[in-house]
């Protein structure tokens, strides 16, 4: 294999079932390959599923979301074709509640607030923009954050996500003077050393796809210190 085991192990599991598995993704990861032909974290999943299960073959992973190569927490793959079908209808549906959490430059101007605009993507620079009124080109974007702590320089914010535009979040706090840290792209003062930007995938909320279930996952921070000191404030 290509990938060491030290690329994925089992404490990066949220949740595993026969249908889904659950991983917590570094910042940095891809989700799955694009034109940069890196090793993708479907494929590191794939790989250990292969070694722990002794599978002979290969090992199916549908990919029905994706998270922003820099921005770490939860990613939802499946093991069948089934689940795949299902949760891709419940991410079209809007069926899955996902919450964020962001570090952000200074203090934000109000506690609480609920965002909306109109996006349209900028394909050359890979970037999204925010505009106050609707036009053909443009899609509606809603989202809602609240502050949950604050240090000397930075604020943390819990996102609650409406709608799944491009770059949404890192675009909309931005243009709400919330800029997030190490998010060069948004505005942001300095880059993290790593090329990490303080967004993490922190929870989700579904119906599980095939059992009679509901589902509520939650992935911890990276070891970055300023990540550690705001989940602690949470504790």
């Known amino acids: 294999m290509s990938r ?10 949220l ?18 390959g694009d034109k940069t032909g890196d090793d993708t974290l479907a494929d590191k999943v794939k790989d250990f599923i292969k070694a722990r299960d002794n599978k002979p073959g290969n090992v199916y992973l549908g990919i029905p979301h994706r998270i922003d190569r820099p ?14 079908s299902r949760m891709s209808d419940l991410f079209r549906r809007k069926d899955i509640e996902k919450t964020y959490w962001a570090v952000v430059e200074g203090s934000p101007s109000k506690p609480h607030q609920r965002l909306t605009g109109w996006m349209i993507k900028n394909e050359k620079q890979n970037k999204s923009y925010v505009h106050s009124t609707e036009a053909a080109n443009r899609k509606f974007a809603a989202l809602s954050y609240k502050l949950l702590a604050q240090s000397d320089h930075y604020s943390l914010l819990e996102v609650a996500l409406e709608t799944g535009r491009h770059h949404q979040i890192r675009a909309q706090l931005s243009d709400a003077g919330c800029i997030i840290k190490g998010d060069l792209k948004y505005g942001a003062k300095r880059s993290n050393p790593d090329g990490s930007i303080h967004l993490h995938a922190r929870r989700v909320r579904f119906q599980h796809p095939v059992k009679d279930e509901e589902l509520e996952i939650t992935a911890p921070c990276t070891a970055d210190n300023l990540w550690q000191f705001f989940e602690e404030t949470q504790l």
């Open 71 to 84: 921005v770490s927490g939860i990613v939802i793959y499946t093991k069948t074709s089934k689940g795949l």
């Open 4 to 13: 060491s085991s030290t690329d994925f192990n089992a404490h990066r599991i």
């Open 15 to 32: 949740y595993e079932d026969n249908h889904l598995i659950v991983v917590n993704k570094q910042a940095g990861e891809l989700v799955q």
